[in-house]
């Protein structure tokens, strides 16, 4: 019998109190297997090289980097890894336009388990890399 993986997520947000916050709301939510969090490019930059996640949750405040760079830095440390961007404002706002690289983009505004939906469509129902024998 088969089942699908839960997709593996690492968390980078710099404002430490929401990254606890999201650190223990998203995985009680289900759906999503968690690597943990950072607060800084060094350690996240750890975190996804020792954990390869499925999905990079990026809130890109305060990181002082580029976008494009941002989404360099993860395809580098991770290849396999997509990247989801966290932002403040609804996500059809303008300024989520510049994130068009990455596979979804999700709001602060949503509830925990709108997001964790946001990221396990983001990895695609039917990949099969996620397909795993029980």
Aim: hydrophobic share 45%; glycine share 6%.
């Amino acid at each position: 019998m088969e089942s699908i993986r839960k997709p593996s997520v690492a968390l980078l947000d710099t404002f430490v109190p929401v990254a606890k916050a999201l650190s223990r709301l998203l995985p009680a939510c289900g759906g999503i297997e968690w690597c943990g969090m950072a607060s800084d490019l060094a350690s996240w930059r750890s975190l996804l090289a020792r954990t390869q996640p499925d999905v990079a949750l990026v809130e890109p405040l305060g990181l002082g980097c580029e976008e494009d760079r941002l989404l360099e830095l993860i395809a580098s440390v991770s290849p396999g890894t997509r990247a989801v961007i966290f932002v403040g404002n609804e996500p059809h706002e303008p300024d989520s336009a510049r994130w068009t690289d990455a596979a979804s983009i999700v709001s602060k505004r949503m509830a925990p388990t709108e997001i964790v939906e946001s990221i396990v469509r983001a990895c695609g129902a039917d990949d099969s890399s996620r397909r795993v024998a029980r």
